[in-house]
């Protein structure tokens, strides 16, 4: 079956612009993660959604949104980007909400944004 | 806070020799851990994990230690090999479910 699926790869951005990444978790998968990945402050948690409902929020500014669909789909939005914002965006899949331990989860290969 | 670390931010061995990889967590309340490898231009991958009921479990050429009088976790991989070089993370089952990882060892191996 398929993966997750994350859209665009890659996307260069300017400041003060906002963006949207899209993540399609696999066929099945109800609960989306995303993470923030950089070279200096690691893999670090944004928020999770299930069943269009933000479950859980990691410590990231009111800049960073989400949102995720009846069909499971998420969407993540930042606002009034910063040059500290370029980092590789990943979001994970899984069956339900309630962590790795429960249901595992399942990364798709990221986007790579850049702000300039 | 909330932190899992690693000791080692570079590792090279040969190919063929065994690989360990460590890894330090902060709360002695978790339960859940989980090695993962990410490879270039990918998002992590699982390895193998491990519950805080269990000192040791194996998989298809690993194996994941799990110390929690010192808060200590490793990962060994017997018989490296070349395809196994790659960014392995350590990560701990945080509140609500969320994942803290470590902040990663990058595992060379030589042929």
């Known amino acids: 079956k398929a993966g997750v699926t994350q859209t665009p790869r890659y996307l260069i951005k300017t400041r003060g612009q906002q963006v949207t990444l899209s993540c399609s978790p696999i066929?099945?998968?109800?609960?989306v993660s995303w993470y923030q990945q950089t070279p200096g402050q690691g893999l670090q948690f944004l928020f999770e959604?299930?069943?269009?409902?933000?479950?859980n929020k990691g410590n990231f500014p009111g800049r960073f949104s989400g949102r995720q669909f009846s069909n499971s789909r998420s969407e993540m939005n930042v606002s009034t980007l910063e040059l500290g914002d370029s980092a590789l965006y990943l979001c994970?899949?899984?069956?339900?909400?309630?962590?790795?331990?429960?249901?595992?989860?399942?990364f798709g290969s990221g986007t790579r944004l850049t702000v300039v | 806070g909330e932190s899992v670390g690693l000791h080692l931010p570079t590792l090279s061995v040969q190919e063929g020799d065994n690989s360990i990889i460590n890894c330090a967590y902060s709360n002695s309340a978790s339960d859940y851990f989980i090695w993962y490898k990410q490879e270039s231009g990918k998002g992590p991958q699982f390895i193998i994990d491990i519950r805080s009921n269990m000192d040791k479990r194996q998989g298809q050429r690993v194996t994941v230690l799990l110390n929690k009088t010192v808060k200590h976790l490793s990962l060994q991989i017997a018989a490296t090999q070349p395809g196994d070089s790659a960014v392995y993370f350590c990560?701990?089952?945080?509140?609500?479910?969320?994942?803290?990882f470590g902040q990663g060892t990058e595992l060379s191996v030589k042929p």
């Open positions: 990560a701990e089952n945080g509140e609500g479910g969320k994942l803290i």
């Open positions: 066929s099945g998968h109800r609960s």
């Open positions: 959604y299930f069943s269009e409902t933000q479950r």
């Open positions: 994970a899949s899984s069956l339900a909400s309630g962590g790795a331990g429960n249901y595992g989860y399942t």
